[in-house]
């Protein structure tokens, strides 16, 4: 248990489907981040949010599309996906985002289980 | 281009004996580097850190040195168990007011009894 919970664990939606991921930390951090895990390629930022103002969105399509109502919920709206986009989601948060005044260990950031999606 | 490289795809030790597994990474203005463990159908768990102030950090069976001359950093798993059996990813932080960590593709390693 880390902290940070993801809904669902698994989806499988068609192209023509509206879903939402939804994600929710405990620990009292006030960044969320969205990533993706697609098969043997590193980890990629997709949004950022900090204090529940968007930061980052690191050239994500705009059929993903993200929603942060409070510090401590994140939500990734799907809607006419496509099959490349079938991959591991990951929702994270961490205490700070980048370079707090909480030192190092401010930076970690904590990772939930993971949505597994499949779009057929 | 991949800024954290971990160049071993896949290692496989002997229970008891040491895992090494590697990291290099290409930027010098990262200043803080983690290191993650993921088990198959689960998100990453943080296992340890290291800022670029230290060279060596130390958390029970798990170490990890920095050696930043190199750009190198490594963790080491003594001794190796069955149960750290999983893939490891090392990312980094940047210290330019960027809050993007960088990840490696990963290391999967396999401990065998």
């Known amino acids: 248990e880390t902290g940070v919970t993801q809904t669902p664990r698994h989806l499988v939606m068609g192209m023509t489907n509206k879903k939402s991921l939804k994600c929710e930390q405990h620990?009292?951090?006030?960044?969320m981040y969205w990533y993706k895990q697609s098969a043997k390629k590193p980890l990629e930022l997709m949004f950022v949010?900090?204090?529940?103002?968007?930061?980052e969105n690191n050239s994500v399509p705009s059929r993903f599309s993200p929603e942060c109502p409070n510090s401590s919920h994140l939500f990734l709206h799907l809607h006419t996906l496509q099959p490349e986009d079938s991959a591991l989601y990951l929702c994270?948060?961490?205490?700070?985002?980048?370079?707090?005044?909480?030192?190092?260990?401010?930076?970690?950031?904590?990772f939930g289980e993971g949505s597994w999606l499949t779009v057929v | 281009d991949q800024q954290v490289k971990q160049n071993s795809p896949s290692l496989s030790v002997q229970e008891g004996r040491i895992s090494i597994l590697n990291c290099d990474y290409t930027?010098?203005?990262?200043?803080?580097f983690l290191w993650y463990k993921k088990y198959p159908a689960e998100g990453p768990t943080f296992l340890i850190s290291?800022?670029?102030?230290?060279d060596k950090n130390e958390d029970g069976r798990f170490t990890v040195f920095l050696n930043k001359s190199a750009k190198h950093l490594s963790l080491h798993i003594v001794p190796s168990q069955p149960g750290d059996s999983a893939v490891y990813f090392c990312?980094?932080?940047?210290?330019?007011?960027?809050?993007?960590?960088?990840f490696g593709t990963g290391t999967r390693l396999k401990v065998l009894a």
């Open positions: 990312a980094a932080l940047g210290s330019s007011g960027t809050y993007k960590y960088i």
């Open positions: 994270a948060s961490s205490q700070e985002m980048g370079r707090g005044t909480g030192g190092f260990s401010g930076n970690t950031i904590y």
């Open positions: 290291i800022s670029s102030i230290k």
């Open positions: 930027n010098s203005m990262f200043d803080y």
């Open positions: 949010y900090n204090f529940k103002e968007q930061t």
């Open positions: 620990l009292g951090h006030n960044a």
